[in-house]
């Protein structure tokens, strides 16, 4: 009975694809990284940094990834920044939820019909690894050096002694 409650479920939420406000957690590595995706194709995920950290992150990414940036300019909700890719326009939007919050959404359009979740995907996973990245360099930068003590030169003799 369990099992046909469950497919039901699935059922009746592949039949709201059209609505946003349904979202799934994606399974796999992207379920595990906090990654959300609407059953519309778009991929979300909220950080806890500033909105113009997220940016520079996110630039740098897709400069890594080889996707071309054509906008990227303040939007009504925060800023947006918009790419190409081999056939795909992607259309990012990072919304500042807190001076220390900060939401991305990530969609990938392949024509005008598909939606490519797992490239949107990989932009947030490689956008957070390199956040991950930088806040280590600067946890590791700001550890105390320690001491190094320096023996003295003994001078040496040639074996005579006075």
């Known amino acids: 009975m ?18 946003a406000g349904v979202a799934l957690t994606a399974g796999g590595i992207a379920g595990s990284a906090g ?6 194709g778009i991929v979300y995920k909220t950080f806890t940094v500033p909105m113009k950290d997220l940016r520079v992150a996110t630039l740098k990414t897709l400069n890594r990834m080889q996707i071309k940036v054509t906008a990227d300019k303040k939007a009504e ?7 190409t890719a081999f056939e795909r326009t992607i259309e ?16 990938t359009n392949k024509g005008s019909i598909f939606k490519d979740s797992a490239t949107s995907t990989e932009i947030i996973l490689q956008t957070a690894q390199r ?7 600067l ?5 105390p050096r320690r001491k ?3 023996k003295p030169r003994h001078s040496h003799t040639s074996g005579r002694k006075s």
Not at 131 to 137: I, P, S, W
């Open 77 to 83: 909700y925060g800023w947006r920044i918009d790419g």
């Open 2 to 19: 369990r099992r046909f409650a469950s497919i039901f479920a699935m059922l009746a939420a592949l039949n709201l694809a059209g609505c």
């Open 92 to 107: 990012i939007e990072l919304e500042q939820l807190t001076p220390a919050a900060t939401r991305m959404r990530v969609t």
């Open 35 to 40: 990654v959300n995706h609407t059953l519309s």
């Open 139 to 143: 946890e590791t930068t700001k550890e």
């Open 131 to 137: 956040l991950e990245n930088a806040k280590r360099r």
């Open 148 to 150: 190094t003590t320096k």
